[in-house]
């Protein structure tokens, strides 16, 4: 089996339910952010972006709300379904005049029917 | 749709050897990244380039070369393979950033390499 996500903290949650994943990032000049599901065997698949002069975004079923003075991030999934069932992980781009993407080590979401 | 494929899904070498990983986009996009993922480390970028046979190292660059002589390729050379070299390798790519504009990556289904 995949050996990617090994010792990532995991959230458990009922099909239906509403999960949160939360991400800290690291850099307060950071001025992007990206929210990306990983399923098992897979590339990272992008879910949706931020700009940092917005501290809320909705997609479907999903919302990105960013809180700058704790540099936090949270990854809202609304009526959580089995196929939500992946790694997640969060982005941020360093300014650093080129588009260098830090990335979290990741959230496993398990969905239960 | 955005498409990055990369050439081998899984892939088994012996220490020593010669590895070329290849990673296609279709998009036309300018920047083109290979990463390493391991577990609890998440991504690391291992080299990017934004343009044919430009390259720079990101941050774990040792014991790996890249070359980019046409803007769709970008391939990552493991010039003597090592056993810590074992690893999922993601290739990634995004358009030119613009102020304003979106600089989103997207990613190719990875290479399981394992080095014996």
């Known amino acids: 089996g995949e050996s990617v996500g090994l010792h990532l903290p995991t959230l458990s949650v009922q099909e239906g339910d509403n999960s949160i994943i939360n991400c800290a990032y690291s850099?307060?000049?950071?001025?992007?952010f990206i929210w990306y599901k990983q399923e098992s065997g897979k590339g990272p698949q992008f879910i949706i972006d931020?700009?940092?002069?917005?501290d809320k975004r909705q997609g479907q079923r999903v919302t990105v709300l960013l809180n700058k003075t704790v540099k936090h991030l949270s990854l809202q999934i609304a009526a959580t379904q089995p196929g939500d069932s992946a790694v997640y992980f969060c982005a941020e781009r360093v300014n650093t005049g080129f588009q260098k993407l830090v990335f979290g080590t990741g959230t496993r979401l398990l969905v239960s029917p | 749709d955005v498409k990055v494929t990369q050439s081998s899904r899984y892939l088994v070498k012996r220490t020593g050897e010669k590895v070329f990983l290849e990673c296609v986009q279709d998009?036309?996009?300018?920047?083109m990244f290979w990463y390493r993922q391991d577990p609890g480390l998440g991504l690391r970028l291992i080299y990017f380039s934004y343009d044919v046979k430009m390259k720079e190292k990101g941050d774990i660059p040792e014991g790996y070369s890249v070359s980019r002589e046409k803007k769709e390729r970008f391939s990552l050379i493991l010039e003597s393979a090592s056993t810590n070299q074992t690893s999922m390798y993601l290739c990634?790519?995004?358009?030119?950033?613009?102020?304003?504009?979106?600089?989103?990556?997207?990613f190719g289904p990875g290479t399981r390499l394992l080095v014996l």
């Open positions: 850099n307060s000049a950071s001025d992007y």
């Open positions: 998009m036309d996009h300018e920047n």
């Open positions: 931020i700009r940092s002069n917005m």
């Open positions: 990634a790519s995004s358009p030119q950033g613009l102020a304003g504009g979106k600089e989103t990556q997207y």
